[in-house]
């Protein structure tokens, strides 16, 4: 009797479980490209040579459990050849050393394969309510002792995904399923056809009614300002409402006293959190969000970056408003951004700020905004970005 109930269980469980397949086609000599397909692996004393990243599409509310990859037609392409290592980062801001980082002795000085794994799953993230798994793929294989360069010219996935109840009502609060998402959904994932499966998310969309804040006229651009200078937005919103861009203006004292969060930061991110899915089923869905002023005004977050042994818990960030699924703070360091933390890299919403503080400062930023969108000269496919070398 207990076999048979193991057995039933078994079969429910497997039932339970659903696979995604894809099959993959790799150019043999893609190996050294660096392009958008193919980039080069650049970790510190390894070979650069070229992998295969892919994005798969997980069905509405499906969890992933497992993944089977299995490459095809292995076979030999390249003999007699070197491969470059990569060598450290070095932050701009700061002197050369001057030392070049060596070859990893532990890989070119080993007769075997690099890399030595077939492919690995970096994690699942989340585009305006879509479930994105992703993975790398290693079709590429060298051998610096032997000199030899070894590719596979095509491989197939299985993905094993669970349904999960939580999974649902995540993805639902931020599915925003327009026109503009499944432009961009079909550029990102190699199979957007499944997105058909998303259409059973209102099922599991919660309402939230007790805000302080009207939400009842859905926007898809909002400003969030302070209300000594929310007047000179007049004009400029004016300019965009005529110009068939729905346009809001939200003020920073009002979000204050209307949501909870740590800070005044987390404030203003709830309250763009619960703009975005009151709005994201509407004609009008939330698209565009500009921090209206300088951190003395709207407030801004500083998160954690690195680059080669440079470290700075505080580098400002507003990515921390736009990308809205993920918990910054997951560990509760108060650390934002850490790897570690549950960190949502796909961004929801076009996030931009007017970094000023005075009226002239603002006139002037309005200025140029409108001369750029309304008269095209050669300046428009030129940009310079400017950045504060952190002490």
């Keep these: 009797m207990r076999k048979h109930a193991i057995a039933l269980l078994l079969m429910l469980l497997c039932s339970l479980l659903v696979a995604v397949e894809l099959s993959f086609e790799v150019s043999l000599d893609a190996w050294a490209r660096n392009t958008a397909e193919y980039p080069l692996l650049l970790k510190a004393g390894e070979p650069m040579l070229s992998y295969y990243p892919v994005r798969v599409l997980l069905p509405f509310g499906e969890r992933y459990e497992s993944a089977e990859i299995t490459l095809q037609d292995s076979r030999m392409v390249n003999r007699g050849i070197h491969i470059e290592h990569a060598q450290a980062q070095q932050p701009i801001s700061l002197a050369f050393a001057g030392a070049d980082t060596e070859a990893d002795p532990a890989i070119y000085q080993r007769d075997t394969l690099y890399p030595a794994k077939d492919w690995e799953y970096l994690g699942t993230q989340y585009y305006r309510g879509y479930a994105i798994a992703l993975f790398n793929v290693y079709p590429f294989k060298y051998n610096p002792v032997k000199a030899e360069l070894t590719a596979s010219n095509g491989f ?212 140029k905004t409108r001369y750029y969108v309304d008269y095209s000269t050669f300046s428009n496919n030129k940009a310079i970005f400017y950045g504060e070398k952190s002490e």
């Design 156 to 367: 197939e996935i299985k993905i094993n995904t669970a349904f999960d109840n939580k999974e649902a009502e995540r993805q639902a609060r931020f599915l925003t399923p327009s026109a503009s998402t499944m432009e961009q959904l079909r550029s990102l994932v190699a199979n957007p056809e499944l997105s058909s499966s998303y259409a059973a998310f209102s099922a599991h969309k919660s309402k939230n009614d007790t805000r302080d804040i009207d939400l009842s006229t859905p926007h898809t651009m909002i400003i969030i300002t302070g209300t000594a200078v929310a007047p000179w937005f007049d004009e400029y919103i004016a300019w965009s409402n005529a110009r068939g861009i729905n346009t809001g203006i939200y003020l920073v004292e009002d979000i204050y006293a209307a949501y909870e969060g740590e800070d005044n930061a987390a404030k203003v991110r709830n309250f763009i959190i619960d703009a975005y899915s009151t709005w994201n089923t509407t004609v009008a869905p939330l698209e565009y969000v500009i921090m209206g002023g300088d951190d003395e005004i709207v407030p801004e977050r500083g998160v954690f970056g690195r680059v080669g042994s440079t470290r700075d818990n505080r580098m400002p960030s507003d990515l921390y408003f736009s990308n809205l699924d993920g918990d910054w703070n997951a560990n509760g360091n108060s650390i934002y951004g850490e790897m570690q933390d549950d960190v949502d890299y796909i961004p929801e919403l076009h996030i931009g700020r007017f970094s000023a503080e005075t009226y002239s400062e603002f006139q002037n930023i309005f200025r």
